[in-house]
């Protein structure tokens, strides 16, 4: 099957998260994911993957047996079903040539992908973009990932005569709402060495490094009394929230800050004189820096409950991911350099990325398994205006085959890995 049209039979399941039935604990939140899981597996198994296991929450693992006796470390891949919520509609993908200027997405809405928006359509020119019709998300956001790695797949068994070690392959639900899929995911089970996730980003961008995120939930308790006698005995908790907020450094919020630069992000604020729960999302990338963070945010709750009395502000941190790279330092340098390796072998110019966020191998990596990120070539992310260039979806394909042959050259007898 070629890739395209591999990618365009998966936008046509609707796979839209659900936060609703997410915060109920419900996995896959939402019926579609199930539905793609389950049209993967029969593919895998056209293929003749083995080891296919679909489970109750809709992930689902296979294995593409090695054809070498060499003893090889085991390289996967992982992509998630779900689309993010921002739209519900169902998709309907269509294939454009691309020459230059404003492409027409819907004539009848008069919706339009359009150059002065979108710049980057100049590297496009003579390509075909994969869009919508201007009422929906794309998908390809993880959409171009399965096809990605199932083309890869299916190139590599059709061509026996290319050596490879074993590789396993993961598909995840409910990304977009915590990472939910890869939090649930096992590690020890799966049984790889390291990994790659696919998602996000234009040809050539590379991650290996992402926030230290964690969350600061901040309870403010006050007094409550009637305003006609609240002199001297009122203690307005919502006051005492927006004092705690205005604390915290001005140009450190998401709206002022940019690369590397960490924040605080004020969240959400929620309740009333007697109670107000503040949340706080804490971004960092080193270590030092996300630990320092904490601990300011700790201090200045200690320091507000010191001046507001025994009990008025309680303060709960938790972490919710770490840096990719705090697991891929020192010995654990290989992914990156192999994946260099693969991007020079294909023709394509690496583009590291430190993301502003998180992706599944933030956690996949806190679990023991080493797991940058490359790119599917998308564009546009949660947006009716995503595309997908059609060179840039087979490249991600392409670069997929050549970590599996870089991984095989690297750790061969007499050319293995330092």
Not at 375 to 394: C, D, K
Request: aromatic share 10%; glycine share 10%.
């Amino acid at each position: 099957m070629d890739i395209v049209e591999r990618f365009i039979n998966y936008t046509k399941i609707n796979t839209t998260t659900s936060r609703e039935n997410g915060a109920k604990g419900i996995m896959p939140s939402s019926p579609g994911q199930m539905k793609l899981a389950k049209l993967l597996v029969s593919e895998l198994e056209a293929l003749g993957m083995e080891d296919i296991i679909l489970r109750e929450n809709a992930i689902v693992t296979a294995t593409l047996p090695a054809n070498t006796d060499e003893t090889i470390p085991v390289v996967s891949f992982f992509g998630h079903l779900d689309t993010s919520a921002e739209q519900t509609a169902d998709t309907k993908a269509q294939r454009l040539p691309y020459n230059r200027g404003d492409l027409c997405l819907n004539p009848e809405l008069n919706i339009y992908l359009r150059e002065s928006e979108f710049p980057e359509l100049k590297n496009y020119i003579g390509d075909d973009l994969i869009v919508t019709d201007g009422t929906s998300l794309l998908g390809a956001d993880d959409k171009a990932a399965l096809a990605a790695i199932m083309n890869a797949l299916q190139f590599l068994i059709s061509h026996p005569e290319i050596r490879h070690g074993e590789v396993k392959v993961g598909f995840v639900p409910d990304e977009e709402q915590g990472l939910r899929g890869a939090k649930a995911f096992d590690v020890s089970e799966f049984g790889a060495d390291f990994g790659y996730t696919l998602d996000c980003c234009g040809i050539g961008e590379f991650v290996y490094e992402n926030w230290n995120a964690g969350d600061a939930e901040i309870i403010f308790t006050g007094q409550s009394a009637h305003p006609m006698s609240a002199k001297g005995k009122l203690k307005n908790s919502l006051l005492m929230a927006h004092k705690f907020i205005s604390m915290l450094p001005g140009g450190e919020a998401p709206e002022y800050t940019e690369g590397r630069e960490g924040y605080y992000w004020v969240k959400q604020l929620q309740g009333n004189s007697a109670r107000t729960v503040l949340k706080l999302d804490i971004r960092d990338f080193s270590e030092e820096g996300y630990h320092a963070r904490k601990t300011f945010v700790r201090q200045l709750a200690e320091s507000a409950c010191a001046l507001w009395g025994e009990g008025s502000v309680i303060c709960q941190l938790s972490d919710r991911y770490a840096n990719v790279f705090n697991s891929l330092q020192g010995e654990g340098h290989y992914p990156i350099d192999i994946a260099l390796r693969a991007y020079q072998r294909c023709g394509i110019t690496p583009t590291p990325v430190a993301m502003r966020g998180g992706y599944d191998g933030a956690v996949l990596s806190q679990k023991g398994l080493p797991c940058p990120n490359i790119f599917t070539g998308a564009h546009n992310f949660h947006s009716i205006y995503e595309y997908l260039p059609v060179r840039s979806l087979r490249a991600a394909s392409d670069v997929v085959i050549a970590i599996i042959q870089e991984t095989f050259n690297g750790f061969t007898t007499g050319n293995r890995e330092s």
